[in-house]
């Protein structure tokens, strides 16, 4: 395959706790495991030096230089004002002129998203843009959103998450006609007071298959399959299962350490936990999509490991190649359209 053919994914070489060296052996590992094609966007004489602790290179792995690092604790307008050359706004061009597919980072979640918004645009008939989180349930995974992009929702911006999330989830995980959940403080129909009501009606409006309310309890319990909520609730929820993850792992270390039974049961029982592990861990998907932006953005933990890299590139690929783009600027105007009709706000 020629360059030119190759379809590649830009990557913010510079963005998260460990970078570049947890970025750069993650996109080695994509490369080279996964068969992807990765642009390393940042300073290129540091990603030289970073690249300088390997022996081979692999074909598909190519530097694009960007001069200016955004930092996690910068304003997220920074990437507008003083760091107009960043990886993020280099990342954002790179696929708005095609030469790449998708964009990655574990950097800093608001300047990704001001970055995006504004090199991308918004997808037409989407006011608001969502990031929308796996966490684990009973039969796979549950698609949470908003989990930090909007803080403030007006019902028309969760009805249009539940458009977005329902797309996401049924072209690029998998999920046959998704079930569509509102997060409220009970599942009845009037709960949530006279925000929550109008929030259930522009749902259940939404053209989804909206259940109706649910409840914290039902992002684990299978019963739904995607959840929306604004995003500060949405960013509770995300770190609040993240930390209960960590600790169940690392209560059974300390258990089996402290006890040769416990010990003893856990190897037996290794198979399980594996797979608890596996369901827990953040670092099996990688990355969270940003939705409703007029390109495919995926956004890491900042804590990335060079697997949770390799893992947010491979999901990446599949967002891009999905065509949800599409369907949802296809589908969000006429939904709009009627939910104005319907005196929707």
Not at 58 to 72: C, F, H, S, T
Not at 203 to 219: K, T
Not at 243 to 269: D, F, H, N, V
Not at 312 to 338: C, D, F, H, N, W
Request: net charge neutral; aromatic share 4%; with cysteine.
């Amino acid at each position: 395959m020629s360059a030119d053919e190759r379809r590649f994914i830009a990557l913010d070489a510079t963005g998260g706790d460990d970078a570049p060296a947890v970025t750069v052996s993650g996109a080695l590992e994509a490369v080279q495991s996964l068969g992807l094609s990765v642009y390393l966007v940042g300073p290129a004489r540091r990603i030289r030096r970073e690249l300088g602790r390997f022996r081979f290179l692999p074909d598909g792995l190519e530097i694009v230089d960007a001069p200016d690092v955004v930092e996690m604790d910068d304003s997220p307008l920074v990437v507008l004002r003083q760091k107009k050359r960043s990886s993020l706004n280099v990342c954002a061009e790179l696929v708005r002129d095609g030469q790449a597919t998708a964009m990655v980072t574990a950097g800093n979640t608001g300047a990704a998203w001001v970055a995006a918004r504004s090199v991308l645009g918004m997808i037409e008939g989407v006011d608001r843009p969502a990031l929308a989180a796996l966490l684990p349930q009973r039969n796979g995974h549950t698609l949470v959103l908003d989990v930090g992009a909007t803080m403030e929702c007006r019902p028309r911006h969760l009805m249009q998450f539940a458009i977005m999330g329902a797309l996401y989830a049924e072209h690029v995980l998998g999920v046959t006609d998704p079930r569509v959940g509102l997060m409220s403080v009970g599942e009845e129909e009037g709960k949530g007071g006279k925000r929550g009501r109008e929030q259930f009606r522009i749902l259940s409006g939404a053209g989804v298959r909206f259940v109706g309310n649910v409840e914290g309890r039902d992002v684990f319990s299978g019963e739904v399959d995607v959840i929306v909520c604004d995003g500060f609730t949405g960013n509770v929820i995300l770190k609040v299962a993240e930390g209960l993850g960590e600790m169940i792992l690392t209560t059974l270390k300390e258990e089996a350490r402290r006890s040769p039974i416990y010990g003893a049961g856990l190897l037996m029982a290794k198979g399980a936990f594996r797979s608890l592990k596996r369901r827990v861990d953040y670092s099996e998907y990688g990355g969270a999509p940003l939705l409703g932006v007029g390109g495919a953005c995926l956004i890491g933990h900042g804590r990335s490991s060079s697997k949770a890299i390799r893992s947010a590139l491979r999901s990446a690929q599949m967002y891009a190649g999905s065509q949800v783009l599409k369907r949802i600027e296809a589908k969000m105007p006429a939904t709009q359209e009627a939910t104005e009709a319907g005196g929707g706000s």
